[in-house]
């Protein structure tokens, strides 16, 4: 009698292995869930950012706004017959210009242009 329990005990572990520790155990299971799970989320980060830059390449084609606003705030452009006005925090340094200085003719002491 103790040897058929033993027998069946030895066969209930072999029965258990495949299910717990097997190639489709729980336990691979869960871990190729976890593995699921990240990749949903990394893909739902991925189409955020498709939407976005994809929006963007759609202002950039059909509206002037994205164009103007890129010029303005990366390259420090403005408008033909636009001034310009920068206000400065008491104690701050003077930005430097993003646009070249055009050159001053030479004048003397009335305002007049020197003659060559």
Same mark, same amino acid.
């Given at each position: 009698?103790?040897?058929?329990? =033993? !027998?069946? !005990?030895?066969?209930?572990?072999?029965?258990?292995?495949?299910?717990?520790?097997?190639?489709?155990?729980?336990?691979?299971?869960? &871990? @190729?869930?976890?593995?699921?799970? !990240? @990749?949903?989320?990394?893909? &739902?980060?991925? +189409?955020?950012?498709?939407? +976005?830059?994809?929006?963007?390449?759609?202002?950039?084609? &059909?509206?002037?706004?994205?164009?103007?606003?890129?010029?303005?705030?990366? =390259?420090? @452009?403005?408008?033909?017959?636009?001034?310009?006005?920068?206000?400065?925090?008491?104690?701050?340094?003077?930005?430097?210009?993003?646009?070249?200085?055009?050159?001053?003719?030479?004048?003397?002491?009335?305002?007049?242009?020197?003659?060559?």
């Amino acid at each position: 009698m103790r040897l058929i329990t =033993l !027998a069946l !005990a030895a066969l209930l572990l072999l029965i258990q292995y495949p299910l717990w520790l097997g190639k489709g155990g729980w336990l691979a299971v869960q &871990d @190729m869930e976890s593995q699921v799970d !990240a @990749m949903r989320k990394k893909t &739902d980060e991925l +189409k955020a950012r498709n939407a +976005k830059l994809e929006s963007e390449v759609r202002d950039l084609k &059909d509206g002037t706004g994205a164009v103007e606003e890129r010029a303005r705030y990366e =390259l420090g @452009m403005i408008k033909h017959n636009e001034i310009f006005i920068q206000v400065l925090k008491k104690g701050s340094k003077e930005a430097p210009s993003m646009t070249p200085a055009k050159p001053l003719p030479d004048t003397d002491k009335t305002g007049k242009p020197l003659a060559d």
